[in-house]
């Protein structure tokens, strides 16, 4: 049973709950936590639960009603379980997106443009720039190709989960390949892979995207770290901010959400809309010193970082056991301070066991330009492929 109401507890569900909770206690709220890690640096500032992985996500409204009555957020992966979302609303305040939402804006048929027959775009065509629904300025939004057609022989394509997050599950298409009731078929397009935040539908920030990294040990497509904040070109702002106006009214989206944007120097290119607590505001937090969950800001900040962030999760190259000790342990024997950028975060528990291309842990580094922060990653990566006894790529 639930125990008393407190007004300052935020329960965090998902994949992973740690960057969610640090970021509310940068708010200052106390947190509880349901995910599949319990890793130890959120275990020591949250009481926390693991649901098992062959049970997730459909145990986690059972494993969070043991926690303290009020609000609770979602993390990333729980915007493709809308029954889930709808599970938690029925006995919380949700903080985050409605169900209803996020069947709207999760569905690619109903987000990109699919009415122009793929089969007719030239083979070097990138992307085509639509004046669409959701704004008056040209936007680039990849075509899709329609419900239960199969993939065009001409062009590149990708073929994507419909329910998809972090890049899992996505690989090239193959020509005439025929479709398939859990994936769709979206126009491959070029550009630095990036990410906006928004609130409210106001942009806060971008960052670049680490998609693939081979010295993260990711797969191709995959998620794996946010260099930030960074300065776009007004005019590609501009639309950002406008495309996240309309969206916003259009599908009721609210709260902190964000949006993964390709770009070429000049427009972004939109790939994904993603409704909720995104991997990059705790990087966006830490080099701007302002709390994004933080409900007594009215004006979310814009601009004025005092520093580059730098963000990466470091997947096992091969088969590893955790180690007992490493320079991990400052940071797990400091007092916590939610506003002290942490060298690692995500911390597993001594012994515990990763297979080739699990995530194992997040490092964390500044410096004075995004180009310093990547190579700081960079730099501790292999530290960490060093002390791990991974190979480099």
């Avoid at 640096?41 to 494993?63: E, I, N």
């Avoid at 899992?168 to 390949?177: L, T, W």
């Avoid at 989206?253 to 427009?267: A, C, E, H, P, S």
């Avoid at 909720?276 to 814009?302: K, M, Q, W």
Wanted: with cysteine; aromatic share 10%; charged share 20%.
């Amino acid at each position: 049973m639930n125990r008393a109401v407190s007004e300052r507890v935020v329960g965090v569900v998902g994949a992973s709950a740690r960057a969610a909770v640090h970021s509310l206690a940068r708010a200052g709220y106390s947190a509880w936590a349901v995910d599949l890690f319990a890793d130890r640096d959120l275990s020591r500032v949250a009481p926390c639960a693991v649901c098992p992985m062959q049970k997730y996500p459909a145990a986690l409204p059972r494993l969070a009603a043991t926690f303290l009555a009020g609000p609770v957020l979602y993390t990333g992966g729980l915007e493709n379980h809308p029954e889930v979302v709808a599970e938690l609303a029925g006995a919380r305040e949700l903080w985050g997106n409605t169900p209803d939402v996020l069947k709207r804006v999760r569905d690619p048929y109903r987000l990109f443009p699919n009415s122009v027959s793929p089969t007719v775009l030239p083979a070097d065509r990138p992307a085509d720039l639509h004046t669409d629904l959701h704004t008056d300025r040209p936007v680039v939004l990849p075509v899709v190709v329609p419900r239960g057609r199969a993939c065009p022989g001409a062009g590149r394509w990708l073929r994507k989960p419909l329910r998809s997050a972090a890049g899992h599950g996505i690989r090239p298409a193959r020509p005439g390949e025929p479709p398939h009731r859990n994936f769709y078929f979206q126009q491959f397009v070029t550009g630095q892979p990036m990410s906006a935040v928004f609130r409210e539908g106001e942009f806060v920030a971008a960052t670049v995207q680490l998609v693939g990294t081979s010295w993260l040990h990711a797969r191709r497509f995959g998620y794996c770290g946010n260099v930030g904040p960074l300065t776009l070109p007004v005019a590609a702002e501009r639309r950002l901010r406008s495309f996240a106006r309309r969206l916003s009214d259009d599908y009721g989206l609210r709260g902190v959400w964000g949006i993964d944007f390709l770009f070429d120097g000049d427009t972004p290119r939109i790939v994904e809309v993603n409704p909720r607590y995104t991997a990059s505001v705790e990087v966006i937090e830490y080099a701007t010193g302002c709390s994004l969950l933080d409900r007594g800001v009215t004006n979310p900040p814009r601009g004025g970082a005092s520093r580059y962030v730098g963000k990466g999760v470091y997947f096992a190259p091969r088969t590893l056991t955790f180690p007992a000790g490493g320079p991990w342990d400052d940071d797990l024997d400091r007092d916590f301070d939610p506003w002290r950028l942490p060298g690692f975060a995500d911390i597993p528990r001594p012994g515990a066991v990763f297979n080739a291309g699990q995530p194992v842990m997040t490092c964390f580094t500044t410096g004075s330009s995004l180009a310093e922060c990547q190579e700081r990653l960079q730099s501790r990566a292999a530290e960490l492929d060093q002390l791990l006894g991974g190979q480099r790529s």
